[in-house]
């Protein structure tokens, strides 16, 4: 997977950037089944929902 940011934003400008990518990345690495859901305002990542599905064999 690659993530990619726009050209203007650096992590100077958006400190929040790095630690919002991290949350998605850990949320990816540990979830099976599931959403991931971001939440943007003017551009910016404001929330990171992660709904896991957890499924059994009956």
Do not use: S
């Not at 919002?20 to 003017?42: K, N, S, Y």
């Amino acid at each position: 997977m690659r993530i990619t940011k726009p050209a203007d934003a650096t992590a100077a400008e958006h400190p929040l950037l790095n630690e919002g990518v991290q949350h998605v990345i850990e949320a990816l690495q540990r979830l099976r089944f599931g959403v991931i859901q971001l939440t943007v305002h003017d551009g910016k990542l404001m929330q990171v929902d992660v709904t896991e599905r957890r499924r059994f064999n009956h």
